[in-house]
Every structure is written in C-alpha cells, then in structure tokens.
C-alpha cells in the first residue's frame, strides 16, 4: 500500500473484464499485457496486494476488490496469479504513474436494508 500527499490509501489496480472477483474468494486467473506484469511488479513491492475493478465497454465500476497476490508466474506477455479477494473498496481516483494505473480507495459500507 502506497500513501499519497493526502494521507489516502493507494494500490496498483487491473481491469477484469469477464470475470469479477469477490472478498474471500481464491480464484487462479491468467492476464495478458505489460500492464498487467507491471501492476503485479508494484504489488509485490506493496503487501502483494493490488485491486481488481470490472470493466464493461470501457468503462470501469467504481467499486473494486482489493486482492492479496499468493502467488504469481510470469511469461514473456502472460501473467499467471492466484488471488484471494479481500474486501470491496470504493474508487475516490485513478490517476497513472512509470505506466501503472493506480488507485485511491475508500472503505466500502454495504448498504443497510
């Protein structure tokens, strides 16, 4: 986990755009792209711990997942991990830094019924 000047909590964060990833889940998944390995690479400097977010058409939700990496393969353009979510988190901001997206988060309070 990153602070930035605002005291926020900030970590590297992927779309997923056929699969959601849910707290408590262990889910093994295989992504593609530079993105993708430079992200991890953040994460691993960070608690292992990145945030996924759905994306559709691309546009991306503004509720994520905060994942903790358990483990991790890379391949030149293909990254295997195996993820446990953690907890849902609500996106304040994503802004990009050295080519990774990143995100600013708040707690996420489901809704009382």
Same mark, same amino acid.
């Given at each position: 986990?990153?602070?930035n000047s605002k005291k926020k909590k900030v970590y590297? &964060?992927?779309p997923l755009k056929n699969i959601v990833v849910f707290p408590t889940e262990k889910i093994s998944l295989v992504l593609q =792209?530079?993105?993708?390995a430079k992200a991890v690479a953040?994460?691993?400097k960070n608690n292992h711990i990145l945030c996924f977010v759905f994306e559709?058409?691309?546009e991306k939700s503004q509720i =994520?997942?905060?994942a903790k990496v358990e483990h991790s393969e890379l391949a030149p353009e293909i990254t295997g991990l195996f993820v446990e979510g953690l907890k849902? &988190?609500?996106i304040t901001r994503e802004f990009s830094e050295n080519g990774v997206s990143f995100i600013e988060m708040d707690e996420f309070r489901s809704p009382e019924i």
């Open positions: 986990m990153f602070w590297p &964060v992927l =792209g530079e993105e993708t953040s994460a691993h559709n058409d691309k =994520g997942v905060l849902r &988190v609500k």
